[in-house]
Each structure stands twice: as structure tokens, then as C-alpha cells.
């Protein structure tokens, strides 16, 4: 029974993100990164996209708070400085609280794209 609670309690967050659209992450002519800030509380991740050619680095660099945290769908989970390779195609990317507290972690997620 508690591993039903626990599976429809997923697939209900997991539908809710899903849902929620996401800010283009974008970059000044010419500049290989670009910056978005915002504030996340318990509950309410932000979802942010971005878009990528095969075979090149993207970076994500999280700041300004100790209690958030980035998830790459199908690439990486919380994290706060992480690059990999890319393909040609969007990626999503969640920002959210690690840990509940009352209130909202303001952030900057940095992308570098090279």
C-alpha cells in the first residue's frame, strides 16, 4: 500500500511538471552563455529550456542559494555545476528547493554553451 502512495504521489509531481511551461534560456547575440534568475519554494520548481547542436559542452552553473538544485531530464538529477554533451535537440531544465523551508530561494542558473 505505501508503495502505491509513494508511485501516485510521483506520477502527480511528475505530471505537474510536465505541465508547467518552460522559459527559454537565451543568449545575447554573439554570447556563448546566458543567465536567468528567479525564486523557487517547496512545491513550485521552474522549468527552463534551451536548445543545442550535436556534440558540443553545455555547462549549468546554479548560484545564490544553498537550498536549490537542477534536474536535466534523463541527464542528470540536483545538481549545481554540471556540463555534458549535447545533441541537436532541447533540453529541460528544473530548478527547485532541495529541502522545504518556509519561503522562496531566490537563484541565477548560468548556461554555457561551447
Given at each position: ?16 511538471a510536465?505541465a ?25 520548481p521552474l522549468?527552463?529550456s534551451?536548445g543545442?547542436?550535436?556534440?558540443q ?25 554540471f ?14 528547493q532541495?529541502f522545504?523551508?518556509p519561503?522562496?530561494?531566490t ?8
Amino acid at each position: 500500500m505505501k508503495s502505491l502512495l509513494i508511485a501516485a504521489a510521483l506520477t502527480l509531481w511528475a505530471g505537474q511538471a510536465a505541465a508547467q511551461a518552460c522559459s527559454e534560456i537565451r543568449f545575447d547575440r554573439g554570447a556563448v552563455s546566458g543567465s536567468v534568475t528567479g525564486q523557487v519554494s517547496d512545491g513550485a520548481p521552474l522549468c527552463f529550456s534551451f536548445g543545442s547542436g550535436n556534440g558540443q559542452t553545455a555547462r549549468l552553473q546554479l548560484s545564490g542559494s544553498d537550498n536549490t538544485c537542477f534536474t536535466v531530464g534523463g541527464i542528470v538529477d540536483c545538481q549545481e555545476d554540471f556540463s555534458f554533451r549535447t545533441r541537436a535537440q532541447s533540453y529541460q531544465v528544473r530548478v527547485f528547493q532541495l529541502f522545504r523551508r518556509p519561503g522562496a530561494e531566490t537563484f541565477r542558473l548560468t548556461l554555457t554553451i561551447r
